[in-house]
């Protein structure tokens, strides 16, 4: 297809606000609304008593606050190290002071998922609460910044897709094969944060909070599923882009850290639907 009939990118600066040298970029904005969208979120869960084991919430509203707290941490922290040791570990073990250097990019879900993982653990310990509920209330909030955060790396141009001649596809500016390319982005938006949103939603508000671990299993299979599909799609990092290849299909990392996620969140809707309702 030639270029003069693929897309135009939109030209949307990188920053959403900037006073002077100081800016805020749509990235990091991501974070921030998907943060305060999926803590909200949860406050208005936890105040819904009914919708939970024995009419119960696994913490007071007023919590979920400090449960943010926990998970912020965690999910930057973890993604960090997760992209450190995931996409490019000798990179940063020849120059470990660049893996301070957030603002240069390079976060990974996966590593983010067991930051928060951690951080939740952390919150249960210290408030009580239980922890499968207090995951299922987690997991309920997670897709809002999955959504936000593909839409922005689509603004950044960035983690683009495999190239393509297709109807949609898209010139990144910053790809230097300067190729039409699938908008893999918005493929992980539409299905990690839009659709597993809506999916968690409908199994939450109509009596899947009542069976722990059930909205968090959906969630953890449903984003396994969602990113090694996307993955098909999705341009590799450099030297990851057959990590191990079964039955002679290639997988990569981004497949390969997912397919456990499938198996871990199918385990624990079995074992969610087979306890007794509470």
Not at 13 to 26: C, E, K, M, S, T
Not at 55 to 66: C, G, L, Q
Not at 149 to 166: D, H, Q, S, T
Not at 189 to 202: D, H, N
């Amino acid at each position: 297809m030639p270029i003069e009939m693929v897309l135009p990118f939109p030209n949307i600066d990188p920053f959403a606000i900037q006073l002077g040298p100081i800016g805020i970029r749509w990235y990091a904005l991501a974070y921030i609304v998907g943060l305060i969208l999926g803590w909200r979120y949860v406050v208005m869960l936890t105040r819904r008593e009914r919708l939970w084991p024995n009419n119960t919430p696994p913490f007071a509203p007023d919590r979920a606050e400090t449960l943010l707290f926990f998970a912020t941490f965690g999910t930057i922290i973890g993604g960090r190290l997760g992209y450190v040791l995931f996409y490019n570990f000798q990179y940063y073990m020849a120059n470990p002071a660049d893996i301070l250097k957030t603002w240069e990019g390079g976060m990974s879900f996966h590593g983010g998922f067991l930051g928060v993982v951690v951080g939740a653990a952390l919150f249960c310990r210290l408030n009580p609460a239980p922890p499968l509920s207090t995951a299922d209330a987690v997991a309920c909030a997670a897709p809002f910044g999955l959504l936000f955060g593909r839409i922005a790396n689509f603004v950044n141009g960035e983690l683009w897709g495999k190239p393509w001649n297709g109807p949609w596809a898209f010139v990144f500016p910053a790809d230097p094969a300067q190729v039409p390319r699938h908008p893999s982005q918005l493929y992980e938006a539409g299905l990690e944060g839009l659709l597993l949103m809506i999916v968690l939603a409908v199994v939450a508000w109509n009596g899947g909070l009542k069976r722990p671990g059930l909205v968090a299993g959906v969630f953890i299979a449903g984003y396994g599923l969602s990113r090694a599909f996307v993955e098909f799609f999705r341009e590799a990092n450099p030297g990851l882009e057959c990590v191990v290849a079964p039955f002679g299909q290639c997988l990569q990392q981004g497949q390969l850290l997912s397919l456990p996620m499938v198996l871990v969140g199918g385990a624990m809707i079995v074992w969610a639907m087979r306890r007794r309702v509470a």
